[in-house]
C-alpha cells in the first residue's frame, strides 16, 4: 500500500506545480481565450437560467404554491437535460483533442470534499486513487471519464427525484432537498469541466494547434 505524500514532502511538491503550471498557462493566446469565453458564456447562461428556476420553485414551495413549484422544478430539469447532453459531447471532443497532443498541461484530481451525492464523492476517490499512476495525458483522460460518469450519475438522480416530487410520490419532501445536493454537484462538474477545458486549451495553444481549436 502506498502511503499518502506526507505533509513536508507535499510543500516540497506544491510550489514546483504551481510553477509548472503557471508556465502552462502563459501559453494561451487569444484565441484559445475567445473559445474558452464562447463556451464558458453558453455553460453559464444554461446554468443560470436553471438555477433560476429551481431558486423561484423552491420560493414558491416556501410560500405554499406546490403546482407551481413543481411546475417551475420541470423547468429546471428540462433545462438540464438539454444541457447535459451538450457537456458530454464537449468532454467527449476534449479527450479526442488530448490524444492528438504530444503532452498535455498537468491536471489535479477531483476532490472528494466538493461533491455532495455519495456515487459522486466516490468516483472522486477513485480519480485520487488512480492519478498517481498515470502519466500526464492519461490523468487527463481520467479527469474527463470521472467528470462524465458524475454527469450521467447527478442528472439520472435529478431526474428521478424531479417525478417523485411531480406525481406526488412517497418520500416527496425528502427528494426536494436531495435535489439542492444535486444542484450543487451539477454546478461542481460544470465548473470543473471548464477547468478542464482551459487545460486543454493551454495544451493546443502550447503546440500551436489552431487546427483543432477551430473545431471546438
Known amino acids: 500500500m502506498i502511503d499518502p505524500?506526507?505533509?513536508?514532502?507535499?510543500?516540497?511538491?506544491?510550489?514546483?506545480?504551481?510553477?509548472?503550471?503557471?508556465?502552462?498557462?502563459m501559453l494561451l493566446n487569444p484565441q484559445s481565450e475567445k473559445v474558452y469565453n464562447r463556451i464558458e458564456r453558453q455553460v453559464r447562461a444554461e446554468m443560470d437560467?436553471?438555477?433560476?428556476?429551481?431558486?423561484?420553485?423552491?420560493?414558491?414551495?416556501?410560500?405554499?404554491?406546490?403546482?407551481?413549484?413543481?411546475?417551475?422544478?420541470?423547468?429546471?430539469?428540462?433545462i438540464m437535460e438539454?444541457?447535459?447532453?451538450?457537456?458530454?459531447?464537449?468532454?467527449?471532443?476534449?479527450?479526442?483533442?488530448?490524444?492528438?497532443?504530444?503532452?498535455?498541461?498537468?491536471?489535479?484530481?477531483?476532490?472528494?470534499?466538493?461533491?455532495?451525492?455519495?456515487?459522486?464523492?466516490?468516483?472522486?476517490?477513485?480519480?485520487?486513487?488512480?492519478?498517481?499512476?498515470?502519466?500526464?495525458?492519461?490523468?487527463?483522460?481520467?479527469?474527463?471519464?470521472?467528470?462524465?460518469?458524475?454527469?450521467?450519475?447527478a442528472t439520472r438522480s435529478l431526474f428521478d427525484a424531479t417525478r417523485r416530487i411531480v406525481d406526488g410520490r412517497a418520500h416527496a419532501e425528502r427528494a426536494w432537498e436531495h435535489i439542492r445536493a444535486i444542484r450543487h454537484d451539477l454546478e461542481t462538474l460544470s465548473h470543473e469541466t471548464l477547468d478542464s477545458l482551459r487545460v486543454l486549451l493551454v495544451s493546443l495553444a502550447a503546440e500551436k494547434r489552431e487546427d483543432l481549436l477551430r473545431r471546438l
Open 5 to 25: 505524500l506526507s505533509a513536508e514532502t507535499a510543500l516540497l511538491v506544491a510550489p514546483a506545480v504551481l510553477l509548472l503550471w503557471a508556465f502552462w498557462v
Open 49 to 78: 437560467l436553471a438555477d433560476l428556476s429551481y431558486d423561484e420553485a423552491y420560493a414558491l414551495r416556501a410560500r405554499g404554491s406546490a403546482d407551481q413549484a413543481r411546475h417551475l422544478l420541470k423547468v429546471g430539469s428540462h
Open 82 to 153: 438539454r444541457l447535459t447532453p451538450s457537456m458530454l459531447r464537449l468532454l467527449s471532443a476534449m479527450g479526442t483533442f488530448s490524444r492528438m497532443l504530444s503532452a498535455v498541461a498537468p491536471v489535479a484530481p477531483l476532490r472528494p470534499r466538493d461533491f455532495r451525492l455519495a456515487p459522486i464523492v466516490s468516483l472522486a476517490y477513485l480519480n485520487g486513487a488512480l492519478h498517481r499512476f498515470l502519466s500526464a495525458a492519461e490523468r487527463y483522460r481520467l479527469r474527463l471519464y470521472i467528470l462524465g460518469r458524475g454527469y450521467a450519475l
